[in-house]
């Protein structure tokens, strides 16, 4: 079957994920679907419950002594980490020296749905990272280059209050373009802008029906 391989030249696809079929363009091979796990987020934030009395959220130190203001867990196969040693995939949380919780059957089902929506059939990722930002939080601009494969695309699902994501491209100098993520938004890039760089705003305060004064983040990764 014909794929096409740039999302600009995408007509917009329906799917149980998506029945409002909204779909922008934010680069090559960076896609937003507006709305696109709204309809499972009392399932999603449930799952993050379950995952989390496993492996709790924890503020991770980076390599260069900065504490996270995002506070970050994982589940499924490799999990992301950062300490003063490096940024890397680890199978235990070295919280507790036990695997990673296992990774919920919903959360392979959406990314593999929203993949599909942005033209990247059969994912199947092996690392999800759950970021929780409270107001006052911020993740500076970043490229994700710990993975084994950037031939993989990935898919991220923001959940409870907005967030003002920065998007740029390879370069860190490349200009940034914002773009407001809410409840139930899913971005999902590959391709071209697989190493594009990007960041999230520092939160502005509010309250969310379903998350209170918090906003989470899956990133989806296929990392091994
Ligand atoms: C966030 N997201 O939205 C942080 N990384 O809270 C990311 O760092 C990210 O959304 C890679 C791909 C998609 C993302
Ligand atoms: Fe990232």
Redesign the pocket.
């Known amino acids: 079957m014909f794929r096409p391989m740039m999302p600009y030249i995408w007509v917009p696809m329906q799917s149980l994920f998506d029945p409002d079929g909204g779909m922008e363009a934010l680069g090559a091979g960076a896609v937003l679907l507006r709305g696109f796990a709204q309809a499972h987020d009392r399932a999603l934030l449930a799952a993050i419950e379950a995952v989390t009395a496993k492996a709790p959220f924890r503020h991770m130190t980076t390599p260069g002594g900065f504490e996270m203001s995002?506070a970050m867990t994982n589940c499924g196969a490799a999990g992301w980490i950062t300490d003063r040693r490096s940024y890397r995939y680890t199978a235990d949380d070295p919280e507790s020296g036990k695997p990673w919780p296992a990774m919920p059957k919903l959360f392979l089902k959406l990314a593999d749905g929203a993949a599909d929506a942005a033209g990247f059939p059969g994912f199947v990722p092996d690392a999800c990272?759950i970021?929780r930002?409270e107001p006052g939080t911020r993740?500076s601009p970043?490229?994700?280059r710990d993975e084994a494969d950037y031939g993989h695309p990935?898919?991220?699902v923001?959940l409870g209050l907005p967030?003002a994501?920065q998007f740029g491209g390879p370069k860190r100098a490349d200009p940034m373009k914002k773009v407001a993520?809410g409840h139930g938004d899913v971005?999902?890039?590959g391709g071209p802008s697989r190493l594009?760089h990007?960041?999230?705003l520092t939160l502005k305060s509010g309250e969310h029906p379903m998350t209170g004064r918090r906003?989470?983040?899956l990133?989806l990764?296929k990392a091994l």
């Open positions: 995002v990272l970021n930002y993740l970043h490229q994700d990935i898919v991220s923001s967030a994501f993520l971005v999902v890039w594009a990007h960041g999230v906003r989470f983040n990133t990764r």
